[in-house]
């Protein structure tokens, strides 16, 4: 069998990294058809520098406190160390800065990002007491393209999860980081078998994928 023709990722990480870590574990696999090539962090200390560090992954970071030249200088000497990794795609994994217009266009149709709510609802911060706050019984997690319209852009894929009624931030946050460890790699994956497809109408498709048959109800009478 030759070699399979990975594609290239740049993982931009903040803090711990453990989407990073489901993606490293996926290319692991002798048949995922990807690899990370940079891991970069504007934080100098964020785990995911570690963890990169201890899978033999180019590590690199930045700090933006300070940075001469503001936000515009920043992202184009982080998209400098993009464009000199090779990366075919960006993956944003927990990266917690609102990238500029102009790196979102540089990098628009390659740049990825996750978040922890069913969008287009809850965008931004806090997206688990956005969703507790609102009484809503499902959330969840979306991987979406990257516009300049923060947590607007085009849909992958969703993952779902009910909302309990003791839940907090946290028991919710965790329930929803088990499905975003499934999710992105999946996605990473369709997007390098090039099934990802965005229609003129900014809807997605993914060529040979099939979308569940089930219905459900949160709460459930447990007398039937």
Excluded at 11 to 20: A, D, E, H, K
Excluded at 108 to 119: A, C, E, K, M, Y
Excluded at 131 to 142: M, P, Q
Excluded at 172 to 178: E, H, P
Aim: hydrophobic share 40%; glycine share 10%.
């Amino acid at each position: 069998m030759g070699k399979i023709n990975r594609l290239k990722l740049a993982v931009l990480v903040s803090g711990s990294g453990s989407n990073l870590q489901a993606i490293i574990d996926a290319c692991a696999g002798a048949d995922y058809p990807a690899e990370i090539v940079l891991v970069f962090s504007n934080q100098p200390d964020a785990k995911g520098l570690e963890r990169a560090g201890n899978a033999g992954i180019e590590a690199k970071s930045l700090a933006h406190k300070g940075y001469p030249g503001g936000r515009e200088a920043y992202d184009h000497a982080v998209s400098e160390l993009i464009a000199q990794s090779g990366a075919d795609l960006v993956v944003l994994a927990g990266y917690l800065r609102l990238v500029s217009e102009s790196f979102v266009k540089r990098w628009q149709g390659r740049l990825i990002n996750i978040h922890p709510s069913l969008l287009p609802s809850f965008k931004g911060l806090h997206a688990h007491e956005q969703t507790i706050a609102a009484g809503v019984k499902y959330s969840g997690c979306t991987v979406h393209f990257v516009v300049p319209e923060m947590d607007a852009g085009p849909i992958i894929a969703q993952a779902v999860v009910p909302v309990l009624a003791d839940d907090d931030a946290h028991s919710l946050g965790q329930r929803i980081l088990r499905q975003e460890h499934q999710i992105y790699p999946q996605v990473i994956r369709w997007i390098a078998e090039d099934r990802v497809v965005v229609g003129n109408d900014g809807r997605v498709a993914v060529r040979g994928s099939q979308s569940p048959d089930f219905a459900q109800i949160n709460p459930v009478n447990p007398q039937g």
